[in-house]
């Protein structure tokens, strides 16, 4: 890595966004091992990008564990027919790599008093759960899906790490598919609550904010897991990051082509150091956090309530 002013530059990528590694990484070198498709909804201003990572060496590339990730991005902002396709569009995923799934735990990650970390919560509270209701007999829709819903809370609550309550109650439940929900972090303001990931690789809470807990995965839990997000919050380095780089493009000076030389990695570490040693580590998120927070997880639990055989009302 390059050095300015002796002084060596360290980086952390604060993102969850399969998306955004690969964008990055895309600058520097040709993908391999990595497939791309990207499907616009003309009507309904969303962009859909499947990427596929196929083998390790794509894995290694762009960071992310071998499997697919698909992400929904509202180009034109939020209407009420834009969230009901973007139900549909989960309901379709989520059947695709669930297909054969009948008997679902729904795990709700984060903490229901932080609001941008109340995504899984709130999915939960809107969640059609009829595994009681099938199990008792009361259900009289034979397409519906044994759907139990799990909020497990943080470790600063409950003192156990998620995964140990989450591999508690699967031992006794014994899913066929684990559905995770999680707030995440992107690089990008415009994708803040703007986006959806699915991927059938699992999830490492806390990852995009440098807080790792244990992964959540099929090796960890001998299930099928699949995790859904919406990035929330962005790192302040990356909003100076993003200045610098606007900087540079609007001035014609010897800083532009000192700070166009480096990589994104670089200019992150360098818009991290500028910060140093009161923001390197703070995270925003919008003002309007409430409302975006309680559409978006309306929108993913009518999105999950309909591939559960519960309709998008």
Same mark, same amino acid.
């Given at each position: ?115 941008? =970390? $109340? %995504? ?6 809107? *969640?059609?759960? !009829?595994?009681? +209701?099938?199990?008792? &007999?009361? /259900? ?41 929900? =999680? $707030? %995440? ?6 994708? *803040?609550?703007? !986006?959806?990931? +699915?991927?059938?690789? &699992?999830? /490492? ?109």
């Amino acid at each position: 890595m390059k050095q300015q002013s002796d002084k060596v530059y360290t980086f952390s990528c604060h993102t969850d966004l399969a998306v955004e590694l690969k964008e990055e990484m895309e600058k520097r070198q040709e993908l391999t091992g990595v497939d791309v498709l990207t499907r616009s909804y003309r009507y309904h201003g969303i962009e859909e990008t499947h990427i596929e990572i196929k083998n390790e060496e794509g894995a290694n590339l762009i960071g992310k564990p071998v499997g697919h990730y698909v992400t929904l991005e509202m180009k034109h902002g939020r209407k009420k027919t834009v969230e009901n396709k973007l139900a549909q569009i989960i309901a379709d995923v989520l059947s695709r790599y669930g297909k054969e799934a009948d008997n679902l735990l729904v795990v709700g990650l984060g903490n229901h008093q932080v609001t941008p =970390d $109340a %995504l899984g919560p709130q999915v939960l509270d809107k *969640l059609a759960v !009829t595994r009681h +209701l099938i199990r008792y &007999g009361y /259900s009289k829709n034979p397409h519906q899906k044994k759907v139990s819903a799990l909020c497990p809370g943080v470790m600063a609550q409950t003192g156990m790490e998620t995964l140990e309550i989450v591999k508690g109650v699967a031992e006794e439940l014994k899913p066929d598919l684990i559905l995770v929900i =999680d $707030a %995440l972090a992107a690089r990008n303001c415009e994708r *803040l609550n703007r !986006t959806i990931q +699915l991927c059938d690789t &699992g999830i /490492s809470p806390g990852a995009g904010v440098g807080n790792n807990r244990q992964e959540m995965n099929e090796q960890t839990l001998g299930v099928k897991v699949i995790a859904i997000g919406v990035p929330t919050v962005i790192a302040v380095p990356t909003i100076l990051c993003d200045a610098l780089a606007e900087y540079r493009n609007q001035q014609e000076n010897a800083d532009k082509e000192t700070f166009r030389d480096l990589t994104w990695e670089e200019q992150f570490a360098l818009a991290r150091n500028l910060m140093e040693p009161y923001f390197t580590d703070l995270f925003v998120t919008p003002k309007n956090i409430d409302e975006e927070i309680a559409q978006m997880s309306s929108c993913i639990a009518r999105g999950i309530n309909a591939y559960t055989g519960g309709g998008l009302a």
